[in-house]
């Protein structure tokens, strides 16, 4: 590899790993910044679902935007605003405030998802091998971080302008330094002597339309564990209030433990097989969630949880990528867009249906809706015959070989 591509793969690294600090540091901090704007409960979902739904405008206008400017530079401006709307609704102090700061973070966190994962798609192609699922550990670290400054500030009490200022004043700089070295599509190929990315070729929707299922489900999973995984321990498992905050974060270990690992899998077993382990397992962990006898059973679902679901959205978008060789960056677009929905549409789904029926049958919906990724996993492998803009598609165990057929 040149010292062009390492360069690029570190940085965009480290934009996933900001992505992640910036994105914890909102939703694990919701409660304080509903105290300080005052936000009703029956408000609270309308700003927080207004923040998906701009994030969905802001992929689907990203592929439009790649068209006249490089990936890379959207993803160099898009950060920076995600960390200054970040900070702007921790030192904001009207509810109009609030909602011009959200509604910044997320159009931005649309371009940022869309443009880093164009990225890391095009920098996988030119590499020869699976590289993505550690952008996505990167991210996954992040959180983990983000998620920790927002446990010590809530803990001391911390004022949430002062909570963020460090985090941004030391991420921003840094972010901008690194957004030198980013690689698009076509200077990665340029540099391994190949074609560049923006080809000739059409994103065929009814050909993405199984890996864009794939992404809802996956992230239906996510926001079922993100939203209920503490309320679910402590009220229908019976676990203290102090245990009810563990969870989560033993999902975001696991999570960054099975990305950190799955590129090898990847490489060894292809695409397929490791989506396929990665949508079992994960099923099973929301069958020992539905029908564990006590918080520690549960514990271990919500850990096969993280195991499972992890791989599922990195290679989501590596299949993309595939798919459409000659139009990687619309389709990374598109399909960006339905992790939004995903994230929309599990919350309430399993709120709805654990207060109608039982919270415990309610982790069997998300429980079916990963399992049924099993039945798309073919997606996940491009075949060798014509497809989308008449591009050949490589086959996943060529495409996860290096120059060392490993």
Same mark, same amino acid.
């Given at each position: ?10 940085? %965009? ?8 600090? *910036?994105?914890?540091?909102l939703?694990?901090?919701?409660? *304080?910044? @509903?105290?300080?704007?005052?936000? +009703?409960?029956?408000l ?19 592929? /439009? ?7 890379s530079?959207?993803l ?45 798609? +095009? ?41 963020? %200022?460090?985090v941004?004043g ?10 030198? /070295? ?15 990315? @923006?080809?000739d ?9 199984? %890996? ?15 939203? /209920? ?30 990305? *950190? ?15 396929r ?18 918080? /520690? ?17 990195? @290679? ?5 990528g ?21 994230? %929309?549409?599990? +919350? ?9 029926w ?20 073919? +997606? ?27």
């Open positions: 590899m040149t010292d062009v591509l390492r360069r690029g793969r570190a940085s %965009l690294a480290f934009g996933f790993f900001a992505q992640g600090v *910036a994105f914890a540091l939703v694990t901090r919701i409660p *304080a910044i @509903q105290d300080r704007y005052g936000v +009703s409960d029956a609270l979902p309308a700003f927080l679902a207004a923040v998906p739904v701009l994030a969905g405008v802001g992929s689907v206008a990203t592929e /439009w935007l790649v068209r006249r400017v490089a990936p530079v959207v160099r401006w898009s950060q920076p605003v995600v960390l200054l709307a970040l900070l702007g609704v921790g030192a904001g102090e009207r509810m109009a405030e609030l909602a011009v700061a959200l509604g910044a973070f997320g159009l931005a966190v649309g371009a940022l998802d869309a443009s880093m994962n164009m990225l890391g798609v +095009s920098l996988q192609r030119s590499y020869g091998r699976s590289i993505m699922l550690g952008f996505h550990a990167g991210y996954s670290l992040g959180g983990i971080l983000g998620a920790s400054l927002a446990w010590v500030g809530a803990h001391g009490q911390v004022a949430l302008v002062v909570s963020y %200022l460090p941004v030391v991420l921003l700089p840094l972010c901008l330094v690194g957004s030198r /070295w980013y690689v698009d599509g076509g200077k990665a190929d340029a540099v391994e002597g190949g074609g560049g990315d @923006q080809g070729g059409v994103v065929v929707f009814r050909v993405l339309l199984p %890996l864009c299922l794939v992404m809802t489900f996956a992230y239906i999973g996510d926001s079922t564990v993100s939203n /209920w995984s503490a309320k679910y321990l402590q009220d229908v498992l019976g676990g203290s209030e102090q245990m009810a905050t563990v969870p989560y974060n033993v999902y975001m270990v696991t999570t960054l433990l099975g990305r *950190a690992v799955g590129d090898h899998g990847v490489r060894r077993y292809g695409a397929v097989a490791v989506v382990g990665g949508a079992l397992v994960a099923a099973a962990g929301f069958a020992v969630v539905a029908g564990a006898p006590g918080a /520690w059973a549960g514990m271990l679902g919500f850990t096969l949880l993280g195991l499972g679901l992890c791989v599922l959205v990195p @290679q989501t978008f590596a299949a993309a595939r798919l459409f060789p000659g139009a990687s960056d619309a389709a990374v677009a598109r399909l960006n867009a339905f992790n939004y929905a995903g994230f %929309l549409v599990g +919350s309430p789904l399993v709120g709805a249906l654990g207060d109608a039982s919270y415990r049958g309610a982790m069997l919906v998300p429980m079916t809706l990963v399992l049924m990724t099993l039945v798309y996993a073919r +997606s996940f492998e491009a075949q060798p015959d014509r497809y989308g803009g008449g591009h050949e598609r490589p086959r996943t165990a060529d495409v996860g070989r290096g120059s060392n057929g490993v």
